[in-house]
């Protein structure tokens, strides 16, 4: 755990229960602290917790890992305080990141469970001349629900992931130089959007890597089919609504009317990555009807972003 000592690594961990609900809760905060708690010969590392003023059970939390920075916001510009809302959590994101003192600051969710070294895996992966590297993703409960999440989400991070040069890391298990982030700030200061991020770093002409050791392992407890979906749909709305603000109108409408095509497409391409790996081909298939309904509400999802332009509904 951090010490008194300048931090060379700051770990950003952002609570994203309430994508769905009205109330962000930090039952699953704990575990993820206590992976990072339990590092294996860790560099000088802070781990901070930026969060919404009220997450249910965050005070048992706080109480166990004195250690950690908890940093209540209040000023979210996107937070709808209701459900169906997930851009506060990049705004989060940008706080910790403005907090951060590390020369390294890595990103994780409250859902993701670093593995022993990962801490001093991703450090020694910045020896290198990068200004980003990330990391495996793994699903470490195995039920057909959580693969079918799994799947949708993070199946091109799960091992083997091709060491090396990537055009994309995942910002459930990223790390960044700061002094690459600076160069970007105009991107990401009140908004940290993976994707813009890692645009704007490779337009500066830096690499982003991807490391097969740096794993960590999606652990989402109690997941429910109504929930899934739902947060299917308000993801996949949130991601058009942010590609709306680089293409045209015209590519909007486009996007919008191929849309129906889109579960298709994605699901040919999860079944592709599943061959490429040669892994969890038994647990794609005992997953696949729920992955293809998380297809669908994410297709909705994005036609609606399309259409309206807008993350979430208003009013």
């Known amino acids: 755990m951090p010490g008194a000592q300048r931090p060379l690594l700051s770990v950003v961990v952002v609570i994203v229960s309430d994508t769905t609900t009205a109330r962000c809760d930090a039952t699953a905060l704990a575990e993820t602290l206590e992976a990072l ?52 959590h990049d705004e989060l994101r940008a706080h910790g990141i403005a907090e951060a003192r590390g020369e390294i600051v890595a990103l994780l969710e409250d859902h993701e469970r670093p593995a022993p070294h990962w801490a001093a895996l991703m450090a020694a992966e910045h020896r290198k001349a990068c200004a980003g590297v990330g990391g495996a993703i793994e699903n470490e409960v195995d039920m057909p629900l959580n693969w079918a999440v799994y799947f949708c989400d993070f199946g091109f991070y799960q091992n083997p992931v091709r060491a090396g040069d990537s055009d994309t890391i995942s910002d459930v298990n990223a790390s960044y130089k700061r002094q690459s982030l600076e160069a970007v700030g105009h991107v990401w200061r009140e908004s940290f959007n993976q994707i813009k991020v890692n645009e704007a770093l490779l337009a500066n002409g830096e690499r982003l ?28 709305r949130s991601y058009a ?34 061959l490429r790996k040669g892994r969890c081909r038994r647990e794609f298939l005992r997953a696949l009807p729920l992955t293809a309904l998380l297809s669908v509400c994410w297709s909705l999802g994005e036609m609606a972003g399309y259409w309206t332009g807008r993350a979430h509904r208003q009013g």
């Open 37 to 88: 708690a339990r590092q294996a010969d860790p560099p000088p590392m802070e781990i901070l917790v930026p969060h919404l003023p009220e997450v249910d059970g965050l005070e048992r939390v706080r109480w166990r890992f004195p250690v950690v920075r908890f940093i209540p916001v209040s000023d979210l510009k996107y937070h709808a305080g209701r459900p169906g809302s997930r851009e506060h």
């Open 241 to 274: 609504a942010a590609r709306c603000t680089w293409v045209s109108r015209w590519e909007r409408a486009a996007f919008a009317v191929l849309t129906p095509a889109l579960p298709a497409v994605l699901l040919l391409r999860m079944m592709r990555n599943v």
């Open 209 to 236: 890597l991807l490391s097969p050791d740096a794993i960590v392992y999606q652990h989402r407890l109690n997941l429910r089919l109504e929930g899934a979906l739902q947060e299917r749909y308000v993801w996949g």
